[in-house]
């Protein structure tokens, strides 16, 4: 197989620790032909976005020995300040912070980045985060990725919106960050609703304090 990694504009990228979208450039023994029942469909999602390519939807960078890494889907890639940052790598990076159990990301509009980066954090205790958690967060990810990575938005949560098989519904958190909380659709699939007003309420808490 062979791996190609191309720019928004279809040009391949050359320099090591650049991302981009990851593309095989021939076929291959047992390569996808047809979705069953939608062709059009199977050609739109892999063959179209990138002529000649297979488009693999994942987003990827190539190091200094030319090796791949996947950085996460590319509708879980952010692109802040002309940076392309994974949603999972940005999870791990906050993580990895002793007093937190799991956090999702997702992007909001931003006036002078374009995307901003907005994170949902659970913490390891129930008791009220110390004024200086947050900016230790920002300082972990500022470590570990870069500052350019360093989150605008946190919000300490006691859940997250998770389906019955445990994925989180970014869709969701996303349409909260952006305060389109009138957009959230159908929550029926959602394993406990009730953790997304929640996550509103308090939200709104948090803007009202601003004021």
């Not at 954090?121 to 870069?146: C, D, F, H």
Request: overall charge negative; aromatic content about 8%; charged content about 25%.
């Amino acid at each position: 197989i062979q791996l190609e990694l191309l720019n928004d504009n279809c040009e391949e990228i050359y320099n090591a620790n650049e991302s981009g979208n990851l593309c095989i450039k021939f076929p291959w023994p047992g390569i996808l032909r047809t979705t069953y029942n939608d062709h059009e469909r199977c050609r739109t999602n892999y063959f179209s976005l990138f002529p000649n390519k297979y488009f693999t939807g994942d987003g990827a960078l190539r190091d200094e020995e030319g090796n791949y890494r996947i950085i996460g889907r590319v509708d879980d890639v952010l692109n802040v300040s002309g940076h392309r940052i994974g949603t999972a790598e940005l999870e791990n990076a906050i993580n990895s912070h002793p007093s937190v159990i799991e956090s999702a990301i997702v992007s909001f509009p931003h006036p002078i980045k374009g995307e901003g980066i907005y994170a949902f954090v659970i913490l390891s205790t129930s008791e009220l985060e110390p004024p200086s958690l947050k900016e230790e967060i920002r300082i972990q990810v500022k470590s570990k990725i870069g500052s350019f990575a360093c989150p605008d938005e946190i919000q300490i949560v006691s859940g997250l919106p998770k389906t019955r098989s445990g994925k989180i519904m970014r869709r969701i958190l996303r349409k909260i960050a952006e305060g389109k909380v009138e957009e959230l659709g159908d929550l029926t699939g959602l394993l406990d609703p009730n953790v997304v007003q929640i996550i509103i309420n308090d939200k709104m808490k948090s803007t009202e304090n601003l004021f």
